[in-house]
């Protein structure tokens, strides 16, 4: 029954991972790009709404506006790499086929990548906000999202299985 329940959290948060890394932050990329975010909003940014959200998080980490390559890929990671991944984790868990060995090995391989990225910028944040003007607090609250889905997608899958009986 646990099981069944996260599998109704999980689901959404994961859709909106793939909204995110699939449709959002393409936008971004192909409407507005890092060289716009430097201009700031009388640059192409300022021109569409994805533009002006990425406006909104350079108040909270100005960095964005010069982000180095490293950074960059590290974002674009989640769309390039991530993305089809959070697609498919939703698709398996409405179909309840998230018990197959296939998915439970590739799903830990990319939850490791993922935490990997997370941890790496996260610990970037951490070490640089003083230089970098972040806010810390808003920062974990706007990527905390990600961490969440890693545990919970861990947890669901090795921790609250859904009974043999209901398996398939």
Known sequence: MLARWLDWVLI???LLAS??????APMFYLGCGWDGLALGGDGP????WVGRAWLGYL?????YAQAPLWLQLVNELDSYLFGWFYLLSAFMF?????????YRSLATFMAGMMSYAMTLYLSWEFLSHRETGAQLDRVLAYNGLWVV??????ARLFVFQ??????R
């Open 12 to 14: 959404p948060l994961l």
């Open 19 to 24: 909204f995110v890394a699939l449709v959002y």
């Open 45 to 48: 940014c300022g021109q569409d």
């Open 59 to 63: 108040q909270v980490e100005p960095f």
């Open 94 to 102: 409405l179909t309840r086929r998230e018990g197959r060995g296939w």
């Open 149 to 154: 889905i890693i545990l919970l997608l861990l």
């Open 162 to 167: 859904r009974p043999p009986a209901e398996a």
